[in-house]
């Protein structure tokens, strides 16, 4: 299984060396910057000047390269499309590669993999000959095949494995996958600058996976019990030291109960952290070294090879100190995981962030990088063979799940790199590129410390008999909430792109801001303000402007969604407490995407048609938060509300960030910035389909909700559901102190958020002259990050309540608290800053940081106070707070119009702040979470007016006891 890993990586990891052969010196110079690579000067990469680059290239370089002169013009988005390619299949068979080694003969899936992955190598260069697609066609097909190894390696270890011997074991195989690219990357580097050329390098390897094949499946069986050759002491030895599970019947594998798990989710997230860096490092180090220090391609090799020889060393090691501790019991295991899993990411992220500041010392880059890969390989001793951990029955599927989490870096690491890169190679890209893997990497370390846990998971040792094992991959309700994620980014995603296709839309601000000077903004100099507004990264879109708004028209473009939005906020509450809400919410997410295929005929038709398109989009998305509170009112458990409310608010958060750079990459591409209202549109259509198709009204209407999750839910959501419908008490709603201070809090905090979405873009344009790429990716990490809080915050206080450690209300003014007056505090510290651009970035990150801990307070709070009236009470609630949207626009309109200054700017940021700090003190001090009593009553209770009392006067009734709770 060693050389299996071996063989595998090596066949994965060659093109990175391989692509630079591949690929003509003219496709590889104007990645670097310009059609000849002499162009390239200190001035913005760490080469030699000019003379003495020339003399160098004569000196080492000039003999390589004529070796291995390539064949393809592909440019730096081809070759990353490449590298990332095989990820894209080798994401997909993760999980079913450790469903069938689970089911069938796992030797045989372990061997058909790699034999069909040594195949697909060898037909490489064929590929690659006859067409770019094919080969990009190749590379999926051979991600595929090679997507059940991992997995299959696992189920087989723990068939075969004493548990005092696990993370040895495993490690073994892992140091085989390090090994593999250890020896693949420098010999694919002499196989490209021999006279067999870079073909080769495919031929060999794949032969030589050829051999493995055969060999593998002469001697392998499934498990010790089966083998011909194994002595009965050995035999004896494994079945009694292994896991107890594999002496049982094999019972049926507990999809739901390893998709949900925290504890398996925690080590994929951890996983996906740390396989980031390495993938960052593996695949893109050659590149980079190449690009800014004049490495030549066996050079590369011979030191990314080095980095992994240390990293190989130190897995050897972790896994051995492990084993012994674990044996001797010295420590908890999972406080023992904790501590590797701390060194193989924090130090890393360190690593990864001195990189800033060493500047052009290639000596201590290269030893940064070494320390980084040395503390890569403390994950031996860490998460490498948690799967055998937590659930050694299943560790084949569990490594599949894992696997495929920690692979989604392999598409990220390469797009990442193309995208700051591709239009500015230069050092301080790559900078960039160094600190956004240093950032992630410390985000999935933080979430494994807090959550993580190395225990085996009772679900892994229950019998079959266990009703939670059925064989149903998810559990419905966990779907139907999916679905609603997905709106929610659909309809956020095409509400924010018109917050940054405006600045590629309209060309007023291009003229104004020209005039604009170091005098009265942080921008540069003029002749620097030219030269950016000139540069490649923004032609694009400064040519596609069609439109000639001024201030105040672009204000009323961005302001007018919001005048719909507000008008159904209410109705569309309403109407899902008294019609179909799966009807409303399908509706009005698909009148919104048709909209949005239409808003660029429309401002292309006129000014006012796009007004009214926008105001129309705006009263059909209103329907839609609403409408998904009552849908989870419904179909929601008590103890999993907080948790499932802010699973849909992640969905709008994270359309939001997944908008920002999209939007901009689009309206930078010759699609220009309609395309960014097209494939929006065109998504939110096709899941309106899907969604009419598998939702209903109630789970007691499903038709294929299981019988057991029917009746857990009936039993544990709130009872008023279970009483038939209730009229709406419209006025105590509305006269509630409850409700009002909620809906005050929102606009509050609302207010400080949308001026980072809307606004945002703007002001970094105007003021640090941030063009729209850049402009996309700064909001869109900040929102990344609010969406991670709102996660976190969502949990713990899911926990916190489940556990009743503190009163509710409580709890959720703590989360306000954080949540609005700590980002007040931000944008008062912006306004002391000047032209810091560091300090202000970073402080509008911690604002939204802050922000984000609203999936704790008032996120949930319209099913805590009116659980049977979820609908309304968050339709008037999201009205309130949606004002924010029509403020935000027309404050900074009022104050930059005719003064576009850096201390109108600090003006906005100061009167958010008062704003939102107004709002946060209403709630701490008449704010409640306390379900209210209109909110419970039943029917023959008198507060339901009508129904019951046909004489009474109802609205007079309501108006009287709306005005005792208030005296109350």
């Known amino acids: 299984m060693f050389l299996s890993a071996f063989l595998a990586y090596a066949m994965r990891v060659n093109l990175s060396v391989s692509i630079i052969a591949m690929v003509k010196s003219s496709a590889r110079n104007a990645a670097n910057g310009g059609g000849n690579i002499n162009n390239i000067t200190s001035s913005n990469t760490c080469r030699p000047d000019d003379q003495n680059f020339t003399q160098m290239r004569k000196d080492s370089l000039t003999e390589v390269l004529q070796k291995v002169e390539g064949e393809f013009n592909w440019d730096e988005n081809q070759q990353a499309a490449l590298l990332y390619s095989f990820f894209a299949g080798y994401i997909l068979t993760q999980i079913p590669g450790g469903h069938i080694a689970e089911v069938v003969s796992v030797t045989r899936i372990l061997g058909a993999g790699v034999g069909l992955t040594a195949l697909l190598t060898c037909l490489t260069s064929f590929a690659a000959r006859f067409n770019y697609y094919a080969l990009i066609a190749l590379r999926v097909a051979e991600g595929i095949t090679e997507g059940v190894t991992f997995p299959a390696i696992f189920a087989i270890l723990a068939r075969w494995s004493p548990v005092s011997e696990q993370t040895l074991l495993v490690n073994v195989v892992t140091v ?61 030895y494994i079945v009694e030291t292994r896991s107890s599970s594999f002496n049982e019947k094999r019972p049926p594998m507990p999809w739901r109960r390893i998709l949900l798990s925290p504890a398996v989710l925690c080590v994929g997230l951890t996983k996906l952290a740390g396989s980031f860096n390495y993938y960052m490092i593996l695949t893109e180090l050659p590149s980079y070294l190449n690009a800014m220090f004049t490495i030549d391609i066996t050079q590369n090799g011979y030191i990314n090879a080095g980095m992994n020889l240390g990293l190989g060393t130190t897995l050897v090691i972790t896994a051995l100190i492990t084993d012994k501790l674990i044996e001797r019991n010295v420590l908890n295991k999972t406080l023992l995981r904790k501590l590797f899993v701390a060194c193989s990411t924090i130090i890393p992220s360190i690593c990864m962030c001195l990189l800033q500041l060493l500047g052009c010392r290639y000596d201590l880059i290269v030893t940064t990088l070494f320390i980084n890969y040395i503390f890569l390989g403390f994950s031996g001793g860490g998460d490498a063979a948690m799967a055998l951990d937590i659930a050694p029955r299943f560790a084949g599927p569990i490594a599949g799940v ?98 940054v296709a405006i600045l590629a839309m309209n060309d007023s601000a291009a003229g104004s801001s ?53 008008i159904t906020q209410v109705p569309g509450g309403y109407l899902a407490e008294v019609a179909s809400v799966t009807w409303v919410f399908g509706t009005g997410v698909g009148l919104t995407s048709l909209l949005a295929c239409l808003t660029a005929p429309a401002a292309r038709f006129s000014y006012y048609a796009l007004v009214a398109l926008l105001v129309g989009e705006g009263i059909t998305e209103g329907v839609t938060l609403p409408a998904a509170f009552s849908f989870l009112a419904r179909w929601s458990p008590k103890n999993e509300q907080n948790r499932l409310v802010n699973i849909f608010t992640i969905g709008a958060v994270t359309g939001t960030t997944v908008t920002l750079p999209v939007s901009a990459m689009l309206s930078a591409s010759p699609l220009s910035w309609p395309a960014a209202f097209y494939i929006f549109g065109g998504a939110g259509l096709i899941w309106t389909v899907i969604w009419f198709c598998v939702a209903t009204d109630f789970p007691e209407k499903h038709p294929w909700i299981s019988p057991e999750e029917r009746e857990y839910i009936l039993n544990s959501r709130s009872s008023t559901y279970n009483e038939g419908h209730l009229p709406v008490p419209w006025s105590r709603i509305l006269l509630s102190p409850a409700v009002l201070c909620l809906g005050i809090t929102k606009l509050a905090s609302t207010l400080n958020y949308y001026m980072i979405i809307t606004e945002l873009p703007t002001y970094l344009n105007d003021m640090f002259a941030i063009d729209i790429i850049n402009n996309g990716w700064v909001t869109g990490g900040m929102n990344l990050a609010l969406a991670i809080v709102l996660i976190i915050t969502g949990s713990i206080s899911d926990k916190v309540i489940e556990r009743n450690i503190v009163n509710k209300t409580l709890l959720r003014k703590f989360f306000v608290f954080c949540s609005t007056l700590l980002p007040s ?23 939204c940081i802050f922000i984000g801990f609203s999936g704790g307070g008032d996120a949930p709070m319209p099913l805590d106070i009116a659980p049977r009236f979820t609908g309304t009470v968050a339709g008037l609630t999201n009205m309130m707070a949606n004002v924010a949207g029509l403020l935000a626009p027309k404050l900074v309109g009022i104050l930059t119009k005719n003064n576009n200054t850096f201390t109108q700017w600090n003006r906005v940021f100061l009167y958010t702040g008062i704003f939102t700090t107004v709002g946060a003190v209403i709630f701490l001090i008449f704010g409640t979470a306390e379900a209210q009593s209109w909110a419970t009553e039943k029917k023959t209770d008198e507060g339901t007016g009508a129904a019951n009392h046909p004489n009474r006067d109802t609205l007079t009734d309501h108006f009287n006891i709306a005005i005792r709770d208030i005296a109350n």
Not at 193 to 220: D, E, K, M, Q, R
Not at 451 to 473: K, M, N, R, Y
């Open 514 to 566: 020209a005039s604009i000077t170091s005098n009265d903004t942080c921008r540069p100099q003029k002749h620097n303000v030219h030269h950016h507004k000139n540069s490649s990264a923004t032609k694009g879109w400064r040519e596609s402007r069609e439109f000639h708004w001024d201030e105040d028209q672009q204000a009323t473009v961005l302001t007018s969604f919001f005048i719909g939005y507000v």
């Open 402 to 499: 894992v696997n495929t989490i920690a692979n989604i870096a392999g598409l990220l690491a390469p797009k990442l790199v193309g995208t700051l890169t591709e239009n500015d190679n230069t050092l301080t890209q790559w900078n960039l590129v160094f600190l956004y893997t240093g950032i992630f990497t410390t985000v999935g370390s933080v979430i494994f410390l807090i959550f993580g846990t190395a225990e085996q998971q009772s679900w892994a040792v229950e019998t079959a008999s266990d009703d939670d094992l059925h064989p149903g991959i998810l559990q419905l309700r966990f779907f139907l909430c999916f679905l609603i994620f997905i709106a929610m980014f659909l309809v956020y995603a095409m509400r924010c792109n018109l917050s």
């Open 176 to 236: 085989g996958t390090v090994i593999g690219t250890i020896v693949a990357l420098p010999v694919a580097g002499m196989l490209c600058t021999s006279s067999l050329g870079w073909p080769a390098s495919f031929y060999v390897f794949g032969a030589i996976g050829f051999l493995w094949v055969v060999v593998w499946l002469c001697v392998a069986t499934d498990s010790p019990e089966d083998h011909p050759w194994i002595s009965n002491d050995e035999q004896q």
């Open 825 to 847: 505090l931000c944008m008062f510290l912006l306004t002391t800053y000047g032209c810091r651009y560091d300090l202000i970035s970073a402080t509008l990150l911690v604002n």
